[in-house]
Structures are given as structure tokens and as C-alpha cells.
């Protein structure tokens, strides 16, 4: 059988949805995990809330101060799932004297109603901590799913399983005494590994192919700018990311193929686009338009390095 159609992938997406990007505001002045301790805590609670709910994750990341997470579920299950995760949350930040601290997250939820949406979300999410960064390989990085997608090593991580857990070990996980670890998770140094809880398989499905995946997440930056803006992010974006955006204005906007054939006039509009809606620096403006930096330091005094 060859490859689907697009509109046979899409008949696919709808058979195996819904599913719901579910995210955490940014807590204020604060760290809602402030070590590997805590995000291996938090982990934890996502495989446990899963198998509690029955739902699988599709994605996920682990950040500082918030958390992304897509579920295959509806929006009134991201809910539950989230009020679940929150309940168990409150328990181990009390014991942490920090239990006032949730009260500050609200949760939000984002249908997810077509394909490319679907994927378009997938690659926002494992991107977080990777354009926060610049130390994290965001296809090695173990708090965000990025590299549980056509991984052939996932094969090789082992772990316990659930089931043989002692008493000690079962309490690590749940941080009570009486819940039981669900059947059919693995677990290695304490950690709920992801991929016996996220359900990469069905996410490489909807990909397609690897190839896919990697140009949904290194290439298509328009969308993931989208995205960010839509939740109310600043996009953080790499020079080569940058001039995929130049490149691409200025074939839709000047009807040109590079910013050489532009006027100074022009350059000078991109560079306020690439300041104002991708948040660019005024060295990054210079080197994308071919201005002179002292021009650009000129329309931007208050960011010119001193």
C-alpha cells in the first residue's frame, strides 16, 4: 500500500482524535520545578493522572516556570487531567512549603481541529524549552517528548516494571503510601520513563514520516511564530530561522528573492517587521537586511549595545 493523501491522513486524525494541547500559565516570580528532583516528580504525576484517566499523552515539556502537555482527549478531560495533576501537585509542594504557590497557575486549553494544527502544536511543544535554551538538543533533552518520535533507541532504555516495584520504590513514585503504580509502566532511578506512558506511536502515525517530522519542527518557523504570539509568547527565534522569515517576506510582500534587491526603504520596513512581530536584536536586524548597524542602532537607540 503506498503512501495516504492528505485527506486520507486527515480522515485518520479525526478516527483517532480529539486531542487537547492543555498548558500552564507562567507562575509568577517563581519556579514551579526548580531541579531535576522536581521535574522527575512532575513527570511521575503526568504517567499517573494518564493511566487514572485513561488518557494517553501525545507530547509534552517541562519547563521552569510552566507546562505544555498534549492529551488524546477533549477539552473537558484536559480539564480533569489538569485539576488531577494540580491536586497531587498541591501535596508535594506542601511538603515543600510551597503549596500557596499553585494557586497561582490557571490552566488553559486548546482544541486541536485539523492535522496541520495537530502537528503544528506537537512541534511548539517540544520546541519550548529548546528556544528557551541554548544548551538543550531538544531530540535528547528528557523533560520535553522530543525524542521519543522515530527514536530506534527507545528500544534500549529499559526499566522496571511497575508491577515488580517494592514498597519503597512504589512510594518514590505516587509520594503517598497507599496508591498502587498502575500495570504497564516501566520505571528506571525513580522516573516513570515517557515512552510507556506517551503514545509517540500514534504521533509518528500522524507524521507520517521522519522526514516530516523534522521539517514540522526545524522548518516551518512561520507557524510556530503563530503559535507562540497565540499564547502569548515571545518567539525566540535563531538567526537561520530568522532568514527563513526574511527570505519568505520578500517574495510575499516585494515580489523579490533576496533582501539585496530591496530599497533602503524597504530594508528598513523589514527591519522594524523582524523587531516588532519576531523580537529580533538590532545586530540580527543589520545582518538579515544588509543595513549598516549604525542605521538600525539609529531606529533602535534603547537596544544599541553600549
Not at 193 to 219: C, D, I, M, T
Amino acid at each position: 500500500m503506498g503512501a495516504m493523501t492528505n485527506w486520507q491522513m486527515e480522515q485518520e486524525f479525526r478516527r483517532l482524535g480529539p486531542f487537547t494541547h492543555l498548558y500552564s500559565s507562567p507562575v509568577e516570580n517563581d519556579l514551579l520545578v526548580e531541579n531535576d528532583e522536581d521535574r522527575k516528580v512532575l513527570m511521575n504525576m503526568m504517567a499517573l493522572v494518564s493511566r487514572e484517566l485513561n488518557l494517553d499523552v501525545m507530547a509534552y515539556a517541562i519547563m521552569s516556570n510552566h507546562l505544555h502537555l498534549m492529551i488524546n482527549g477533549d477539552s473537558v478531560q484536559a480539564r480533569l487531567f489538569f485539576d488531577s495533576l494540580i491536586r497531587r501537585l498541591t501535596r508535594y509542594m506542601a511538603s515543600k512549603g510551597k503549596a500557596q504557590m499553585l494557586s497561582k497557575i490557571a490552566c488553559g486549553t486548546t482544541p486541536i481541529t485539523s492535522l496541520n494544527q495537530f502537528r503544528t502544536e506537537v512541534a511548539y511543544i517540544i520546541r519550548n524549552p529548546f528556544v528557551v535554551r541554548e544548551d538543550i538538543n531538544l531530540f535528547s533533552y528528557k523533560w520535553c517528548s522530543g525524542y521519543l518520535y522515530f527514536n530506534n533507541f527507545l528500544d534500549l532504555i529499559t526499566g522496571k516494571q511497575s508491577c515488580m516495584l517494592t514498597y519503597r520504590e512504589r512510594r518514590q513514585i505516587t509520594r503517598t503510601s497507599n496508591d498502587a503504580v498502575p500495570d504497564g509502566l516501566l520505571v528506571s532511578d525513580g522516573m516513570v520513563l515517557p515512552h510507556s506512558f506517551v503514545n509517540y506511536k500514534v504521533v509518528e502515525y500522524l507524521f507520517g514520516s521522519a522526514r516530516q517530522y523534522l521539517h514540522w519542527v526545524l522548518k516551518n518557523v512561520e507557524a510556530q511564530v503563530e503559535t507562540s504570539l497565540r499564547y502569548g509568547e515571545s518567539p525566540s527565534l535563531s538567526d537561520d530561522e530568522l532568514f527563513q522569515l526574511t527570505c519568505s517576506m520578500c517574495k510575499s510582500r516585494y515580489g523579490v528573492q533576496s533582501v539585496k534587491e530591496l530599497s533602503d526603504n524597504q530594508k528598513k520596513e523589514m527591519a522594524i517587521t523582524l523587531r516588532n512581530q519576531y523580537h529580533a536584536s538590532n545586530g540580527q536586524m543589520a545582518r538579515l537586511t544588509g543595513l549598516p548597524l549604525h542605521v538600525v542602532n539609529q531606529m533602535y537607540p534603547l537596544s544599541a549595545k553600549r
